[in-house]
Every structure is written in C-alpha cells, then in structure tokens.
C-alpha cells in the first residue's frame, strides 16, 4: 500500500477479466485515463498555485515607514524636511505619543 499526503493510497491493476474482450479493455482503459487525467490536473493545479506571482506588500514594512520615524528611539510624526526652519522644536504630543517638530 502506497502512502500519500498520512492516507492510505490503493495502487490498481488491471486483471485478466478486465482485459478479456474489446469492451471491458475499452472500460478498463478509460478508468485508467480518467485516473491519469485526474491525476494530471491536480498536477497542473499546484504547479499554477507554485509559479502564481506573488502580490508585493503595499509601502514599507512595518518599523520601516515613515510614520515610524525616529530620533535616538523615541518615535517622531513625520515632516516635510522642507517646512523645517532654524530654530523648529521638537515637542512631545502626548494625543498621539510621538514628538513633532514645530
């Protein structure tokens, strides 16, 4: 017995009298393609769900982004580098728990 997948798996052979006439040879071989064909088409499933594009993440990963931003560890909302002027302070906005310039 073949085993498959932790189940039992039957392998089949043809007989004498599934091969004595035109007819039952005619069943016997349709059985065996239809097995193969089924067999075949799960094949070509797995292989498609294999080789399927994989989606790529929309931004950064996360702790990459820019609203993870951060100055010696301590998170900072982001900012347009040109709004910034001499003299901006950097607070603590307890609302959201991240520092701001302004």
Not at 27 to 55: F, I, S
Not at 57 to 66: L, N, V
């Amino acid at each position: 017995m073949l085993w498959v997948k932790g189940r039992p798996v039957a392998l089949w052979y043809p007989t004498t009298a599934q091969l004595k006439d035109p007819s039952s040879l005619e069943r016997t071989m349709r059985q065996v393609l239809e097995q193969h064909y089924a067999l075949q088409d799960r094949y070509d499933a797995l292989a498609a769900k294999v080789n399927a594009p994989t989606t790529a993440p929309q931004g950064p990963p996360p702790g990459c982004g820019p609203t993870d931003s951060q100055i010696c560890g301590l998170f900072v909302a982001p900012v347009d580098p040109k709004a910034l002027a001499d003299g901006a302070k950097l607070t603590w906005t307890k609302a959201t728990g991240n520092f701001v310039f302004k």
